[in-house]
């Protein structure tokens, strides 16, 4: 894990549609895989980041075809 990622480890948690910078990284990272997962029929839903334990709550959906 690099240390972008990790420097968000120190703050309390964020509901979805949070703005906090630790969020918006994650949630553009998601982004960028999405595309791929969607190919083959699913999808990745940013549920939740918990800055404080560094965890992050994603949502597959639908199923994969591959």
Not at 33 to 39: I, N
């Given at each position: ?7 968000g480890?120190?703050r ?6 949070g703005?906090?910078e630790?969020?918006?990284?994650v ?8 595309p ?31």
């Amino acid at each position: 894990m690099n240390d972008d990622v990790k420097s968000g480890a120190d703050r309390a948690p964020v509901e979805p549609g949070g703005g906090s910078e630790f969020y918006r990284k994650v949630d553009g990272a998601l982004d960028r895989v999405r595309p791929y997962v969607q190919m083959d029929g699913g999808d990745v839903e940013l549920v939740n980041v918990n800055e404080e334990e560094g965890v992050v709550f994603i949502r597959f959906q639908g199923a994969c075809s591959g």
